[in-house]
């Protein structure tokens, strides 16, 4: 019912701006002398009376939906069910059908499927056979270039690691004045001496 009264509030400012709107500024000698407050009063009272009533009709037509929607709710889909129940026996009927065909289907491929995979079977043993001595012959290779390999590197290692430890060396002998010096100032400040180890 609420939408009745917004309807006159809000029908009664309308019709008032209205009449407002449509009174002349100024009104001349010839024309009847209304009031404007009568005349915003009318136009006020017919724009309420107007809003009321079809804020009425709005509240009327979403109770009626809302009744409807509610039926709705209420009653069974009884068209529906009766029909899901007239299909169900033919649904089973159909289902029992396809599993047996499916069952048949399935026992008549058994022997071709287990005859291609012994078939499959024979033909992968005989290709690993045959690919036995390519394999073996391919690591034989592998591991002769790589016996070669590092024959041939076993005199540059060498000579690496020999300029390596005479590097090392230079470097000690470089470093030892260093260290002496450390050591020698270390006991002249009264704290224990490192021990160093020649290389």
Do not use: F, I, Y
């Not at 209205?18 to 009063?41: I, K, N, Y």
């Not at 009626?64 to 009884?78: G, H, I, Q, S």
């Not at 022997?111 to 034989?140: G, M, N, Y």
């Not at 005199?155 to 050591?183: C, I, M, N, S, Y």
């Amino acid at each position: 019912m609420h939408k009745a009264w917004k309807g006159a509030l809000v029908g009664a400012a309308v019709g008032a701006a209205v009449s407002a709107a449509r009174t002349p500024p100024a009104p001349s000698e010839g024309d009847d002398a209304t009031p404007l407050g009568a005349r915003l009063a009318k136009g006020a009272a017919e724009g309420a009376v107007l809003g009321g009533l079809l804020g009425w009709l709005l509240a009327w037509r979403d109770a009626r939906r809302a009744a409807k929607v509610a039926a709705m709710r209420k009653r069974p889909l009884t068209a529906v069910s009766a029909l899901a129940d007239a299909a169900r026996p033919a649904v089973h009927r159909a289902a029992d059908r396809a599993g047996k065909a499916a069952s048949d289907v399935v026992e008549s491929a058994r022997p071709r499927v287990l005859t291609a995979a012994e078939a499959a079977r024979e033909q992968a043993q005989r290709a690993a056979d045959a690919a036995r001595p390519h394999v073996t012959s391919a690591a034989e290779a592998a591991r002769e270039r790589a016996q070669r390999a590092a024959d041939a590197a076993r005199p540059r290692v060498a000579t690496a690691a020999e300029a390596a430890r005479e590097q090392a060396q230079r470097a000690a002998q470089g470093a030892r004045p260093h260290l002496d010096g450390l050591v020698t100032r270390a006991g002249a400040n009264g704290r224990q001496a490192p021990v160093v180890v020649a290389v």
